[in-house]
């Protein structure tokens, strides 16, 4: 008999007083945790199958469900915790990589939360974000170094394609077939709606959403799923993906399963077939094949579309940065190592990388001293969870911020952790056609615009409250931040002083 060892995670408690056996979490729950037992007349759990998505816990009417942590305790010692014991289990079990989904949970620093934003007082006063104009709007891509007139003095536009968003955050590269076409509807119509872009991924766009091409930034992966003539003019931007944050130097795995229908013919790969991007681009071994590829798309779409090249963060991030940057691309996306993904090799996603705030300082600062800093814009992503991230990020140096995770939260994600799986019950990270539907693209869309619009709002105040009144103005404006219990080297690393200073 074969033996799993391992104990369900996660306990269903439901008070048998309250419910009624309606069998709605039943219905709700597409890992098959509840089911109504005939002999006893009552509801029963399974709860091995249980991720804790929470769905059941929602829609129970007399809210006679909760769902705990189970307090089976291991014997763990400082050494060999309770998860490392479980990860051995479970390899001894299968004998495979393991796979989990979302960012990187370890309890590594978060800089974000070690750095504190200056506000004005008494000789420098601050500016009523209610009352005075505001700009959120920033434009992504190269900068010119100067001015130039034509014989009557007119400006002549010498500006590369640039993009222009309304404020600073865009949402983060998501595929269809990683999640669902009703995700990707919800953040295309948001990001219409919001006048900024959303990023279709690798997995190619769907036919519905060319609509939505001004706003939508079209990716070039190592696999090349979906990657075609009228997919490239489609989009307002074109992303190289070289690299993503949960998972450096590792490539993209979609199994075959999620492989069907509309996704298949979209990703232009049989129905079934795995969809496995390689973990290098095989055209890509230097800065001169990167830029090959760069101008490729530039003369492809004619000199039309700005590019982006996204790499994850590692440890010589600043000077890969600065080969990106003389390759002829325009804008840099660094992906840090807390990024969300639908499945990545567990070990990879929680060893490698190095956090996004120390990169992008790193990168701005190797930029700036090279004196290319307005050759190209810098987007960061890589759980960005709050407007006061996005305002720390842009005060390190960042342009724009991208979002995936609280985005994909905003949809109603419930963090479970269990998107490689393919059975979202929220209708995010799933093909199943009837989970999909729970995911209505009409509200998705306004719950997106409504965190968009508080977050809009959070940055206006914090702008006001430092006297600053442009996002240009707090760009690389490390004067406006401080650290708390930071040591000196990473002080020096994020360029910034230490509170009292
Ligand atoms: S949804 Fe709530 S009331 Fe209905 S069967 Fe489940 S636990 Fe009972
Ligand atoms: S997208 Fe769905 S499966 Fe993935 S973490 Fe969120 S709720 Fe869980």
Redesign the pocket.
């Known amino acids: 008999m074969s033996i799993d060892y391992i104990y369900s995670e996660f306990e269903v408690v439901?008070n048998q007083n309250?419910?009624?056996?309606?069998?709605?979490?039943?219905k709700q729950c597409a890992n098959g945790v509840?089911y109504f037992d005939n002999d006893k007349k009552i509801?029963l759990a399974d709860e091995s199958k249980c991720v804790n998505c929470q769905r059941?816990v929602s829609?129970?009417?007399?809210h006679?469900?909760k769902i705990v942590k189970s307090d089976c305790s291991f014997r763990e010692n400082a050494n060999w915790s309770e998860q490392t014991i479980k990860e051995i289990y479970k390899q001894a079990n299968s004998g495979g990589v393991l796979l989990s989904s979302m960012g990187n949970p370890n309890k590594l620093p978060v800089y974000f939360d070690r750095i504190l934003i200056n506000a004005s007082q008494v000789t420098n006063p601050s500016i009523d974000p209610l009352r005075e104009p505001m700009e959120t709007k920033v434009f992504l891509g190269k900068k010119p170094s100067s001015i130039k007139r034509d014989e009557n003095g007119e400006i002549i536009n010498n500006l590369t394609p640039q993009l222009e968003l309304s404020i600073p955050v865009m949402f983060a590269a998501m595929s269809y077939g990683s999640v669902s076409y009703n995700t990707h509807k919800s953040l295309a119509m948001a990001a219409s709606k919001l006048g900024i872009l959303y990023n279709t991924g690798e997995g190619g766009l769907h036919e519905d959403f060319y609509v939505y091409g001004d706003n939508t930034i079209v990716q070039v992966a190592s696999g090349r799923f979906g990657v075609h003539e009228k997919y490239l003019e489609a989009g307002k931007a074109i992303e190289i993906k070289m690299g993503q944050g949960a998972k450096p130097g590792i490539g993209g795995h979609l199994p075959g399963t999620k492989i069907v229908g509309d996704v298949s013919r979209t990703r232009m790969i049989p129905e079934g077939s795995d969809a496995i991007s390689p973990a290098p681009h095989h055209d890509i071994y230097s800065i001169e094949d990167l830029r090959q590829l760069v101008y490729s798309l530039k003369e492809a779409t004619k000199y039309k579309k700005p590019i982006i090249v996204k790499v994850a963060t590692v440890h010589n991030i600043a000077a890969i940065a600065s080969g990106i940057a003389r390759s002829g691309a325009d804008i840099i996306a660094i992906d840090g190592f807390r990024g969300g993904t639908g499945a990545a090799p567990t070990r990879i996603r929680d060893n490698v990388g190095i956090p996004v705030e120390l990169a992008l300082a790193a990168v701005d600062k190797r930029l700036r001293a090279e004196g290319i800093r307005n050759n190209i814009s810098l987007i960061v992503g890589g759980s960005i969870r709050s407007a006061a991230d996005v305002v720390k990020a842009i005060a390190l140096g960042a342009d724009a911020c991208y979002i995936g995770t609280a985005a994909l939260l905003a949809l109603g994600c419930h963090l479970c952790r269990a998107c490689q799986i393919g059975k979202c019950n929220w209708g995010i990270a799933t093909q199943n056609p009837e989970l999909v539907k729970r995911l209505d693209p009409e509200l998705g869309s306004k719950r997106l615009i409504n965190l968009m619009t508080a977050w809009k709002h959070e940055i206006k105040e914090f702008m006001g409250s430092m006297g600053i009144n442009s996002i240009e103005a707090l760009r690389g404006n490390r004067l406006m931040l401080r650290g708390i219990g930071l040591n000196q080297k990473e002080l020096d690393i994020l360029g910034i002083s230490h509170a009292g200073e």
Not at 18 to 26: G, L
């Open positions: 439901r309250r419910c009624t056996n309606c069998r709605a979490c039943e509840h509801m059941c829609f129970c009417p007399t006679a469900l």
